[in-house]
């Protein structure tokens, strides 16, 4: 299928800005240069933004609360960035158009990055945020009861992650929703990665790169990769979106497929488009309306 203008100016507007070199330089300097890039115009309107720190683990996370007087169900939701890169202000927008159209409170979560906190570091930071907002959803005009997680990239890894360790300790999520995440070491060589390894924004050596600073023990590649995980029955109802011209294609439909298997209750969309549209353009604000509205209805009991 041919590519559509969308796909194909957000690919250009990638090489524009350097996104396809990300893994060039070292992740200080790229974090550095991501501060200085200007806000989203015109951003969402929510009731109220808290910034705030999670004293255990020492955990940075901005919480947007819808308006009105609450109280409100809560995601927790986990930035992209190849474990390495982004921030809070990077998916400011995406947490404020999620707070407005789910309805609910979206705890945005700084968890620690590589490689200086290398693996499992940041994913035990998502799963200590979570924990935390679900005893103090309340401060909030939130329902801890009412949880979900949710993120991009890296971040549905994070999410993913969260609701697996979640389940194991009992502790009952409503719901899970991962946008095109990283879910298996690139030692499984998913045939999405030899087909989609370059010209797509996201390569397959920029990924490899992501996951050689995350994670450098070759004896945790197996349970380092929610994908490889033992057990999958449990687990919240999940909605799975991944793009077609991504090396992390298949590996996200393998988890939609493995929860299927499971008998988890699970959507799995594939959009012909490229990592990162999630949020923006045409497709990326569809997306963002159907997991809005999945996240929502989970979360409505």
Not at 267 to 285: D, L
């Amino acid at each position: 299928m041919a590519l559509s203008q969308e796909v194909l100016d957000t690919i250009a507007f990638a090489e524009k800005m350097g996104f396809t070199k990300l893994h060039l330089q070292p992740p200080a300097e790229t974090r550095e240069a991501m501060k200085h890039a200007p806000p989203a115009e015109n951003p969402t309107e929510v009731g109220e933004v808290i910034n705030t720190m999670i004293p255990e683990g020492d955990i940075a996370v901005r919480i947007y609360i819808p308006m009105g007087e609450g109280p409100f169900p809560v995601i927790s939701y986990f930035h992209g960035g190849g474990f390495v890169l982004m921030s809070l202000e990077t998916h400011d927008e995406i947490c404020r158009q999620l707070c407005a159209k789910s309805g609910c409170v979206v705890m945005s979560v700084d968890y620690k990055l590589a490689p200086e906190n290398p693996y499992p570091q940041g994913p035990e930071s998502a799963v200590t945020a979570t924990k935390w907002m679900i005893k103090n959803a309340a401060e909030y005009k939130g329902i801890g009861e009412r949880m979900a997680v949710a993120g991009d990239s890296a971040g549905g890894y994070m999410a993913l992650w969260v609701a697996q360790k979640l389940t194991a300790e009992g502790i009952k999520l409503k719901a899970q929703f991962a946008a095109y995440p990283v879910t298996d070491h690139y030692s499984s060589q998913h045939l999405s990665w030899e087909e989609n390894k370059s010209g797509y924004t996201l390569t397959a050596e920029m990924m490899k790169w992501f996951w050689d600073n995350y994670l450098t023990d070759a004896t945790k590649f197996t349970e380092a990769s929610p994908l490889r995980a033992t057990s999958f029955s449990g687990l919240p109802p999940a909605l799975i979106m991944t793009a077609n011209y991504d090396p992390l294609r298949d590996e996200g439909k393998a988890y939609a497929d493995k929860l299927k298997s499971a008998g988890v209750e699970t959507i799995y969309k594939n959009y012909e488009n490229v990592h990162g549209f999630f949020g923006t353009g045409e497709m990326g604000q569809e997306a963002m309306q159907i997991a809005s509205d999945f996240l929502k209805d989970k979360l409505s009991t």
